[in-house]
């Protein structure tokens, strides 16, 4: 399967996913503050999560809908991915005493172990994509070298 395909197709599934969360929490600030009230995180960090959380899934989408910021897009979107896993892998091993409610729309209706392999899945897929993005912008100046080679031996007239 082409490279490109896999990484534009991974990179739409990744805009979809951050695009839906932040708007589920957007749409809904009141319910998304009560859940964030309801997990342990220290004093505070809730007003400042309530914002900072969606404006930087939108943030993702942004960068990762642009080709010329598409890489930052995919770092971020693994970092926020590992961080969200991680988070979920806590609270299954109860880690924090107790096990919170879960986040808003779609999955809330997932269980914790269901939420888990979600994030897996994803963060997956955003690693793979990012591990092909590197690789084919790497490749990509040796492409066009081997190409303005090709190109200027056939147009010398020497033979």
């Avoid at 005493?97 to 994030?119: A, K, Q």
Wanted: aromatic share 12%.
């Amino acid at each position: 399967m082409n490279r490109k395909v896999v990484i534009e197709g991974i990179t739409a599934l990744l805009i979809l996913l951050f695009f839906y969360t932040a708007l589920s929490k957007l749409l809904d600030l009141q319910a998304f503050q009560g859940q964030l009230v309801l997990q342990p995180f220290p004093a505070g960090w809730e007003s400042v999560l309530l914002w900072a959380l969606p404006l930087t899934e939108l943030l993702v989408c942004v960068l990762l809908f642009f080709p010329r910021t598409r890489q930052q897009g995919l770092y971020l979107a693994t970092l926020l991915m590992s961080i969200f896993t991680l988070y979920v892998a806590l609270i299954l091993s109860r880690a924090f005493g107790y096990i919170p409610c879960s986040c808003g729309g779609v999955l809330e209706r997932m269980d914790w172990e269901t939420h888990l392999v979600f994030n897996v899945v994803f963060l997956a897929l955003a690693i793979t994509a990012t591990i092909l993005y590197i690789r084919s912008v790497r490749q990509e100046p040796a492409v066009r070298a081997t190409a303005g080679l090709f190109k200027r031996k056939e147009g010398s007239g020497k033979e």
